[in-house]
């Protein structure tokens, strides 16, 4: 999977993950989340994303889970 998921966080408050590029409407999952975020990883298998918000509180969520899965603090009060 790796180059085919786009996982975006935006003004309005939600981290958006889009299964497939281009980005189709019938194929994300969203979270919201009260924070902005300043970056993203996934793992190299594409089974866990992770993302920061500007606070320095770090998310995982796992990928594989289908849409049950929710983000949890993986790390809290790092430094970006």
């Excluded at 994303?49 to 770090?58: P, R, S």
């Amino acid at each position: 999977m790796a180059g085919k998921r786009l996982l975006v966080g935006g003004d309005d408050k939600h981290v958006t993950l889009y299964e497939e590029l281009p980005p189709s409407a019938e194929k994300t999952r969203r979270w919201t989340h009260g924070k902005k975020i300043g970056c993203v990883a996934f793992s190299p298998d594409g089974g866990t994303a992770l993302f920061a918000d500007l606070f320095g509180e770090v998310y995982t969520v796992s990928l594989v889970a289908g849409g049950s899965a929710e983000p949890s603090l993986a790390l809290g009060h790092l430094s970006p």
